[in-house]
Nanobody, 115 residues
């Protein structure tokens, strides 16, 4: 069993910044991929950014240059630094952990970008 606990969401004005954190605990293998997905109202869940335990990173085109994903392998924690936020970034952000064929999700944290 894997538990993912997210933190850092909230309300921010356009152009502002937020930092999300996700700490994983439980049966975690050292080789894995952690990342963030988001789901806006009436839309499907989409990838935001993922990072492997080896440091390979993939971003959605919509966040490139504005968001930065990083991880602390010793703490089994992944971070998402979000800068220059836009109203279209408003969504519930979910932490994700993949190990081989197993996928775990966090409970989600709301990010709202509004003036």
């Amino acid at each position: 069993q894997v538990q993912l606990v997210e933190s850092g969401g909230g309300l921010v004005q356009p152009g502002g910044s937020l930092r999300l954190s996700c700490a994983a605990s439980g049966s975690i293998f050292s080789i894995n991929t952690m990342g963030w997905y988001r789901q806006a109202p009436r839309k499907q869940r989409e990838l935001v950014a993922v990072i492997t335990s080896g440091g390979r990173i993939n971003y959605a085109d919509s966040v490139k240059g504005r968001f930065t994903i990083s991880r602390d392998n010793a703490r089994n924690t992944v971070y998402l630094q979000m800068n220059s936020l836009k109203p279209e970034d408003t969504a519930v952000y979910y932490c994700n952990l993949k190990v081989l064929s197993l996928t775990s999700w966090g409970q989600g944290t709301q990010v709202t970008v509004s003036s």
